[in-house]
C-alpha cells in the first residue's frame, strides 16, 4: 500500500509539519503530490495537501497504525517542485506550511468542505470556480433536407442564423425569441447538434491601446543582443542562474523578454512573466498576445474567481504556456518552464503583505532552482540587493549577471530633467501647485496638441483639513492618522480603515472646526482631485483631463478604459499616482511634471530615498519615447538630496553612493537582513506585554551571535488601526543568517497570545 505524507490545513504553528497517512487502493490513481485530500485527525476529518507520496511506510512506525486518506477532494495544483518551494518558504518566511501551500492552490479553493446528505461524498467548498460549459448549436447533415413547417418561424430564424456556423444557445435566445424551445425541437429530429463546450473566463478583452501590440524591430541594439545571449546561457545552464537586465526607460527590455521566451518555447519551455501594477496588464498582454497568439494566460488580482481558474487550468492542463500577470502569478502551475521573468522587479508590490508575506523576486530565485530554469530580473533602477548580488557575481549558489542597456532604440533620447525648487517659486509670489516653469511646459503641450503626465502620489483634494484658528486636524477616531479631504462628495476619508465623514470645507459657511466650532476649516495640501481641477481652470478647451488614482478606478477594467482615453486623445493630460509611473508607453508624451516629490522623502523609512528615486527616474522615462523630444520637471522642496541630484543628471552612482554609505554605516540591507514582527490588539496592556515578551525571546536566541540586533519593542507609526493597537519588535541580521528560523522558533515559544494577533514578516518592506 502506498502512503503519503499530508500537511493539514489547520490555524496553528502547534501542527508545523506533515502527517503520514496510507493511500488506499481505491484512491491509488488519484492521490499524488499536489492533491487535496480529506483525512482523519482523532475524532474529526480535516482538509490537507499531499507533500510526498512513497511506496513503503515511514521507518519506525506500524503501517497498522497508519490512517487511511478518506477522500481525495480535487486533482494536484502542484509538483515535487512546488512542493518543495512551499516547504522552503514555510522556513524562510516564518509562516505555517499550510499558509505557504495555499498560492499553489486552485484560485476560489476554500479549506471549508461540505456535503449534501449524509453518505454522500465531501466537495470544497469554492468562490463559484470550477469548469463552465456553454450550450452550443450547430447544423447536422439532416439539415441539407429538411423542411420547417410553414408555420415554424423560429425554427427557420434558428437554422438561418445557424447557417453562418454553430453559435451559443444563450447568444440565440438573446437575438431570437424562443429559440431555445426551437433548438430543442429541431434537436429531437436530428437537424441540430447541441454540445457542450468548455466556456474560458478571463480571456483578456480586445484593447485599442496603441502600446499593446509589439511589432517586430528591424535589428537590435547591442544591448539587447547582449541581454539575449546572457539569457540563453543562464537558460542552458539550467541551474537556476540570474539575469539583471539593466536598461534605461525605454531601452526595449519588453522585446528582450519576447524574444527570450519564443526561444524558450522552440525549446518546448514556458515562460512565467510578473508585472507590477495591474494597470499594466491590458498593455502588456496585449503585447505578449500580439507575439504568441492563445499560447498566453493571464493571473491578475482584478479577474472574478471563475475567470482566474479558468486561466489558472489553462495553465495546468498544458493549453497555455506563457503565463503573465501580477505577483501571485508565479505560483501557476506551469509544468516546464524555462523563464521566470520579472519586470520592474524594484518595486515593493513584489512583497507580500498578508502570510505568507514573501518576496516574489526571492521566491522567484528559488523556484528557477528547483525547475533547472533562467531568472530574468529587468528594470531602469534596480533594488540595492539585485545590484549587490551581481557585484558579488553569486548568490543563494547560483550565478547572478548584470547586462547594460543603455540606450533607447532608433532616434529616441532621455528626456531633460529640470528640478524646481518650489521654496525658491514661494519666495518670488508663487502661490499656485504648478510653479512657473511647469505651467509655461503646459500651456506649451497644449499648444502643440501634445500629452503629458502628472504624477502626485496622493490622491483626494487635499492632504488634510487644518483649523485656522485653534490648528486643529481631524483625525480619525479608529486610527492614529490624519483624514483626507475629498472635495468631490465634500467628505474626509481615512485611508487606513475606510470610514468616512461628511464635512465641507472653508470658505463653505456650513463647514465647523470639531474642536473649537470655527467656520475656519481649510484644506492644506495637495491631492489628485484638487491638481485635476487647477488643470481644467488653466488649460484650454479641448485638452483632456484624465485623473487615474485608487478612486477612480475601482470597478474592473477602469484602469484600461482611463488609458484607452488617454491614448485615443488628440492632446490630453493624465494626471495620477504611481500607478501611472512604470511602463506605461506613449510615444505622444512630451512633459512629466511631478507635483511634489517629496512625497515618500520624509518618511520614517531607510528606503525612503530609494523609493522616491526610484519613483521619479521611472516617471521621467515616460516622456520623450517618440520622434518628439521630452522634458520632466520635478517641483521639490529639497533639490539637493542625492536623489533629486541623479535623476537630473541621469546618474544613478550620485544616488548609490550617498545612500550605501548611510546604509552600511546603520546596518540596513543591503548589508543585513531586517525582520519586522508586529503584535495588535484590543488591549494597550496586552500588546505591550506580548510585544516585550518576544523581544526577550529573540534576544535570548541570538545572545552572543556577531551582527545582530534588536530593536524594540516600540509604537509603530500607526500606532493605532481600527481600534487596535499596534507595537513592533525589528531585529537585523547578518545576510547569511536563518533569520525566518529565529523569528518563527521566538514566536512559536510564546504559545497562544489571548486577544493579540501576530505578524511576522522577514526581509520586511513596510516600517508603518
Not at 635 to 640: D, E, G, I, R
Amino acid at each position: 500500500m502506498p502512503y503519503a505524507s499530508v500537511v493539514l490545513d489547520i490555524p496553528t504553528r502547534a501542527l508545523d509539519g506533515a502527517f503520514d497517512y496510507a493511500v488506499p487502493a481505491a484512491l491509488a490513481a488519484e492521490v499524488a503530490v499536489g492533491a487535496t485530500v480529506l483525512v482523519p485527525l482523532g475524532s474529526r476529518e480535516v482538509v490537507g495537501y499531499v507533500m510526498a507520496t512513497a511506496d513503503d511506510a515511514p521507518v519506525g512506525i506500524d503501517p497498522a497504525k497508519i490512517k487511511p486518506v478518506s477522500q481525495v477532494l480535487a486533482p494536484p495544483a502542484f509538483d515535487a517542485a512546488g512542493a518543495e518551494v512551499a516547504r522552503w518558504m514555510a522556513c524562510e518566511y516564518a509562516c505555517p506550511l499550510p499558509d505557504a501551500v495555499r498560492p499553489f492552490l486552485a484560485p476560489g479553493q476554500k479549506v471549508k468542505v461540505t456535503r449534501g446528505a449524509p453518505g454522500e461524498p465531501w466537495r470544497l467548498v469554492s468562490e463559484s470556480t470550477g469548469a463552465v460549459d456553454e450550450r452550443w448549436a450547430g447544423l447536422a447533415p439532416a439539415a441539407a433536407d429538411f423542411v420547417p413547417a410553414k408555420n415554424a418561424a423560429r425554427q427557420r430564424a434558428v437554422l438561418e442564423a445557424l447557417a453562418a456556423g454553430p453559435q451559443r444557445v444563450a447568444e440565440l435566445s438573446a437575438t431570437i425569441p424562443g429559440a431555445a424551445a426551437a433548438i430543442t425541437a429541431l434537436a429531437r429530429r436530428g437537424v441540430v447538434l447541441v454540445e457542450r463546450r468548455r466556456q474560458v473566463r478571463g480571456s483578456a478583452e480586445a484593447t485599442s491601446l496603441s502600446s499593446a501590440a509589439a511589432p517586430r524591430p528591424q535589428a537590435l541594439t547591442e544591448g539587447q543582443r547582449a541581454a539575449l545571449a546572457a539569457i540563453d546561457a543562464a537558460r542552458e545552464a539550467g541551474r537556476g542562474d540570474v539575469v539583471l537586465v539593466d536598461g534605461v526607460t525605454g531601452s526595449g527590455k519588453t522585446e528582450v523578454y519576447l524574444d527570450a521566451i519564443e526561444r524558450s518555447l522552440a525549446d518546448g519551455r514556458g515562460a512565467l512573466v510578473l508585472v507590477p501594477e495591474i494597470s499594466l496588464t491590458a498593455q502588456t498582454v496585449g503585447r505578449f498576445r500580439s507575439r504568441f497568439g492563445d499560447d498566453v494566460a493571464v493571473l491578475h488580482s482584478r479577474l472574478s474567481a471563475g475567470e482566474r481558474f479558468d486561466q489558472w487550468d489553462l495553465v495546468r492542463q498544458g493549453q497555455a504556456r506563457v503565463v503573465v500577470g501580477a505577483r501571485s502569478a508565479l505560483f501557476a502551475p506551469l509544468a516546464n518552464p524555462g523563464l521566470i521573468i520579472i519586470d520592474e522587479e524594484h518595486e515593493g508590490s513584489y512583497k507580500q503583505d498578508k502570510s505568507p508575506r514573501y518576496h516574489a523576486r526571492e521566491v522567484a530565485a528559488r523556484m528557477a532552482r528547483e525547475r533547472g530554469c533562467a531568472l530574468v530580473l529587468g528594470s531602469a533602477t534596480p533594488s540595492l540587493e539585485a545590484l549587490g548580488r551581481c557585484r558579488a557575481g553569486a548568490w543563494g549558489g547560483v550565478s547572478w549577471t548584470r547586462v547594460s542597456m543603455p540606450e533607447r532604440p532608433g532616434g529616441a533620447r532621455l528626456p531633460k530633467v529640470r528640478v524646481v525648487d518650489m521654496a525658491e517659486q514661494f519666495r518670488g509670489g508663487g502661490r499656485s501647485v504648478f510653479s512657473a516653469p511647469l505651467a509655461e511646459a503646459l500651456r506649451g503641450v497644449a499648444e502643440r496638441g501634445e500629452k503629458a503626465v502628472l504624477l502626485l502620489n496622493r490622491r483626494g483634494f487635499a492632504n488634510f483639513l487644518m483649523c485656522r484658528e485653534c490648528g486643529c486636524v481631524p483625525e480619525c477616531p479608529h486610527c492614529s492618522c490624519a483624514l483626507t479631504y475629498h472635495e468631490r462628495g465634500h467628505y474626509l476619508a481615512c485611508h487606513t480603515c475606510g470610514r468616512t465623514w461628511p464635512v465641507r470645507a472653508y470658505p463653505d459657511p456650513s463647514t465647523s472646526c470639531p474642536n473649537c466650532g470655527s467656520r475656519y476649516l481649510g484644506a492644506y495640501g495637495v491631492g489628485t482631485q484638487r491638481v485635476e481641477d487647477e488643470l481644467r481652470m488653466t488649460l484650454p478647451e479641448g485638452v483632456e483631463v484624465i485623473r487615474m488614482d485608487a478612486d477612480t478606478t475601482r470597478a474592473k477594467g477602469a484602469h484600461q478604459k482611463l488609458l484607452e482615453q488617454f491614448d485615443a486623445a488628440d492632446c490630453a493630460v493624465l494626471v495620477g499616482t504611481q500607478m501611472i509611473a512604470k511602463g506605461l508607453d506613449f510615444p505622444e508624451v512630451t512633459l512629466v511634471g511631478v507635483i511634489n516629490a517629496d512625497t515618500m522623502l520624509k518618511l520614517p523609512d531607510f528606503r525612503a530615498a530609494e523609493r522616491t528615486y526610484d519613483l521619479l527616474e521611472q516617471v521621467a522615462g515616460r516622456a520623450g519615447r517618440g520622434e518628439a523630444p521630452g522634458q520632466v520637471i520635478v517641483q521639490t522642496y529639497w533639490a539637493s538630496h542625492p536623489a533629486m541630484r541623479a535623476v537630473e543628471a541621469h546618474e544613478r552612482a550620485l544616488f548609490l553612493e550617498a545612500e550605501l554609505a548611510e546604509r552600511e554605516e546603520a546596518g540596513y540591507p543591503p548589508f543585513s537582513r531586517l525582520g519586522n514582527v508586529v503584535l495588535w490588539g484590543k488591549s494597550e496592556a496586552a500588546c505591550r506585554s506580548a510585544s516585550a515578551a518576544l523581544a526577550d525571546a529573540v534576544r535570548a536566541r541570538v545572545e552572543g551571535q556577531g551582527g545582530w540586533e534588536v530593536l524594540g519593542p516600540t509604537d509603530c507609526v500607526k500606532a493605532r488601526a481600527k481600534d487596535y493597537f499596534r507595537r513592533h519588535v525589528m531585529v537585523k541580521s547578518p545576510v547569511d543568517a536563518d533569520l525566518g528560523g529565529v523569528l518563527g522558533q521566538a514566536a512559536a515559544s510564546l504559545g497562544p497570545l489571548k486577544g493579540i494577533n501576530m505578524s511576522v514578516d522577514v526581509d520586511a518592506y513596510d516600517m508603518m
